[in-house]
């Protein structure tokens, strides 16, 4: 079998315990795991000068973890300004707060050429490589021009949208024509497929992308948050909340997961079913990231006065509605916090999966699951049909689901989570990295 390399923008530290949030990690990390494998991508530093920098490498187990720096500058007009002040709303529909700059686009183009340059050395001739998300769109195009001629395949993470929206960006018939280097490409759901195959067609291109919906590892999380019960975190949550029932958010502050949006369903909730009033309590984790962008400025903002008008407003002296943080908590924490919770709120205006919704089915008592509330925006939607599917925008469909969440017979929630928990068990993050490997080791090799 061959070497696989992985290439992210963002590589986990292999020694610390906690991880960067997202569906990548998670997947990765389970890919890599007990495979002669390359990690290669971003440290997540900054400095001034990379002018004689070599990638930096750290071995754990059987996956090599190579790493480079970017300059200020780099970061700040690849990462922050044209990865996700541009890429990430455009894929996420957001049109209207996209900003486009030649000279970001320069120095996104400059650091694909700079991991290209640095990941080069580090092959070998039967190497396997897979490159991830879009910050790295012309990554296999840049491998390509310097001579690599392993297989090459590409993964989405997050949404694509469809031409009408594409379209938009000044390089978009550009960017898609570098995607054509790709031996396969890999998006989340039917829906992507439509809308990249969709984009291709208009460009003229003869490609097409297939979907792989990714998982997790749900044996391992549910070991996880059965052993975290007895952590003092997950105790002291336990105890503080004095009976009531919990409802749990676990997100990266990101405007795409519609917390505002689901901060005022809430209220909503608690306006128009007021006997649960006292009785439950929302734990809203969500870790901030991007914090240098903009729009992620405001949404923090809006957040904090949000979550500070419902406890006024609602709260008693002796009960807050919602207990909202930004920090970060460990993973096996958060398998904790989804075991001992009653409901949870997922409601992305638009994601390319969502994993929290998996993680939340597979942490459950299969004695006394709670329910899950979650969007139909949400790529992993049309795969688990027995959640309580709302509408994000819509603050009444989230009040009204979290009465019949709350309100549900034993009977049902176990129906509707065993249905759950079948799709989490059969679709697991390493079906989703073997199809995707296997079908990609079987294409024909470029012309
Ligand atoms: O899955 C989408 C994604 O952008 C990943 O590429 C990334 O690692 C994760 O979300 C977290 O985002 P960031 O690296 O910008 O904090």
Redesign the pocket.
Known sequence: MSRLVVV???VPSPRERTQ??????VGVRDAVRGTESLWFGWSGQQRADIAKQKPDLDRVDSVTYATIDLTHEQYERF?ENF??GLL?PLCHYRIGIIEFSREDLQVYREVNDMFADHLVPLLREDDTIWI????LFPLGEALRKRGVKAKIGFFL??PFPPWSVMRVLPCAAQLLHELTAYDLIGVQTEEDVRNLDGCFEICGLNKRAYHFPIGIDPAEFAEQAVQSVMAPEVKRLKDSLRGRKLIIGVD?L?YSKGIPERFHGYEVFLNRYPEHKGEVVLLQVTPV??AGVGSYQELRRELDELAGHINAMHGNFDWSPIRYLTQSAPRHILAGFHRIADVALVTPLRD?MNLVAKEFIAAQDEHDPGALILSYLAGAAPEMPEALLVNPYDAEDIADALHEALSMTPKERKRRWRVLHDDVTRNTASNWSETFLDMLRDTQPQA
């Open positions: 992210s923008n963002r960067p949030a997202g569906g990548l990690t990462y990865a996700n990430w991830h998300d879009y910050h993470h997050i990266r990101d990231s991007r390319g």
